[in-house]
C-alpha cells in the first residue's frame, strides 16, 4: 500500500514537473516571439524611414535637375558673348538661390544675389556674409528682374565691366579656362566672402555633370 502511495506521488511530481517544463517552454517561446516580432517591427520601420528617405533625396534630384534644364540653355547662350563657362554661372544660380528656391528667386528672379540701388528696381532682405571668420545675418537691397535671363545677362555683364571701383576687378575669372580655375578666381578676385565658395562650385558642377554646358 505505501509503495503504491509513493508511486502515484511520484507520477504526481512527475506531471507537475512536465507541466511547469511546458509552461516554462511556452513562456520562453512567446517572449521569444515578442522579441522577433519587435525586431520585425523596427527593421520594418527602419526599412520604411530608409525608403522614404531616398524618395525624398531622388524628390529633391529630380527638383535640381529641372532647374538645371531650366537654365542651362540660358546660361550657355548668354555665357558664349563673355568668357564666362556655363557650368560657372549655372553651379553659382544653383549655390546662390538654393536651385531657385530662394525667396529672392521666385520673387524677384534674382538668381545671384545682386545688390541694388534703386528702391524703384529693388528690394529688401535678409541675408548672410561672412565677415572675421564668422556668418552674420544682414538686411540688404536686392535687384529686381523680369526673368533669369536677366539676371544672368546681369551676372555677365559683371564680370566684363568690373567693379565701379575697378574695372578689372574679375580679370582672373575672365582669363581662366577651366571651371575649376574659374571658380577659383571668384574667390581671389572678391566675388565672394564664404572661403569655401569654389569647393562648393566645383563639387556641384562635378554631381551633376554640369561642365556639359561648356561644350
Known amino acids: 500500500m505505501a509503495r503504491k502511495r509513493r508511486s502515484k506521488k511520484l507520477s ?90 530662394s525667396d529672392l528667386s521666385q520673387k524677384y528672379n534674382n538668381l545671384f544675389g545682386v545688390k541694388g540701388n534703386n528702391p524703384n528696381t529693388s528690394a529688401v532682405l535678409k541675408t548672410k556674409e561672412f565677415e572675421k571668420g564668422k556668418w552674420i545675418e544682414i538686411k540688404a537691397r536686392f535687384q529686381i528682374y523680369d526673368s533669369y535671363e536677366a539676371s544672368i545677362r546681369a551676372h555677365a555683364r559683371l564680370f566684363q565691366k568690373g567693379t565701379t571701383w575697378d574695372a578689372k576687378q574679375y580679370r582672373h575669372v575672365l582669363a581662366a579656362k577651366n571651371y575649376e580655375a574659374q571658380a577659383r578666381a571668384l574667390v581671389k578676385d572678391g566675388y565672394a566672402t564664404d572661403p569655401d565658395y569654389a569647393d562648393k562650385l566645383i563639387k556641384l558642377i562635378e554631381e551633376y555633370n554640369l561642365d556639359r554646358f561648356d561644350k
Do not use: W
Request: proline letters at 2%; hydrophobic letters at 45%.
Open 12 to 101: 504526481n511530481i512527475a506531471i507537475i514537473m512536465r507541466t511547469f517544463i511546458i509552461l516554462f517552454l511556452l513562456i520562453i517561446a512567446f517572449v521569444a516571439f515578442r522579441y522577433y516580432r519587435r525586431q520585425a517591427i523596427q527593421s520594418e520601420q527602419i526599412r520604411q524611414e530608409q525608403i522614404a528617405r531616398e524618395e525624398a533625396r531622388q524628390k529633391i534630384i529630380r527638383q535640381h535637375k529641372a532647374f538645371i534644364r531650366e537654365i542651362g540653355p540660358i546660361a550657355k547662350e548668354v555665357d558664349k558673348s563673355f568668357d564666362l563657362l556655363p557650368s560657372i554661372t549655372i553651379a553659382q544660380a544653383c549655390l546662390e538661390s538654393d536651385y531657385g528656391k
